[in-house]
């Protein structure tokens, strides 16, 4: 199952502190939900592991990410990473293609993502797994930005999934698919 992510959001920081902050690995774990490095391989690869849980699943992903491209002087990146269920019951891959842009002082950021699953969480469907990536991306962005801004936000420790924003896109995709009606029609 395969599903693609695009989003641009706005930083209220130059666009050089966020090219820093989301070029390095170690800062950006921290606002990603689930997420944590366990291993730096080298400046470009790393270990680590994400868990995720929704209803009554829960998957922990132990996988590798490597630091593609990151063209500094056109702030542009690229993230591939590759991850296998702990249990053996399935995997994912995703790639990641980012730029910054320089808007009046502030930073546009704007990233695609191709994510392709395979096993337990494939089974749910495309529908909910975009809605469900769709919950942990807006999630990122205000990890992110409070980051950036004072570093309030999550950390290593406490960095887990907005459940009940998880839940809500569950029931939201299933009454869609019941009732035959699209996500913005409600």
């Given at each position: 199952m395969k599903t693609s992510i695009e989003k641009t959001f706005q930083v209220g920081q130059p666009i050089d502190k966020v090219w820093e902050f989301l070029s390095d690995p170690n800062k950006i774990v921290v606002c990603v939900p689930g997420a944590q490095i366990t291993e730096q391989v080298d400046s470009r690869n790393y270990k680590g592991v994400s868990i995720m849980k929704f209803g009554p699943?829960?998957?922990?992903?132990?996988?590798?990410?490597?630091?593609?491209?990151l063209d500094a002087e056109n702030y542009?990146?690229?993230?591939k990473g590759k991850g296998?269920?702990?249990k053996g019951k399935g995997s994912a891959d995703m790639t990641m293609n980012g730029k910054l842009t320089e808007k009046e002082?502030?930073?546009?950021?704007?990233?695609?993502?191709?994510?392709?699953?395979?096993?337990?969480?494939?089974q749910f469907g495309s529908r909910m797994i975009t809605d469900v990536?769709?919950?942990?991306?807006?999630q990122f962005v205000t990890n992110f930005?409070?980051?950036?801004e004072g570093g309030a936000g999550s950390s290593n420790e406490e960095n887990?999934?907005?459940?009940?924003?998880l839940i809500g896109s569950v029931v939201k995709s299933k009454i869609s698919d019941?009732?035959?009606?699209?996500?913005?029609?409600?």
């Open positions: 699943v829960s998957v922990k992903y132990k996988g590798e990410i490597f630091m593609e491209k542009e990146m690229r993230i296998l269920d702990s002082g502030d930073t546009e950021v704007h990233y695609r993502m191709e994510v392709s699953v395979v096993g337990m969480l494939a990536s769709k919950q942990l991306v807006n930005k409070n980051q950036l887990s999934l907005d459940a009940a924003g019941l009732f035959g009606k699209k996500e913005d029609e409600f």
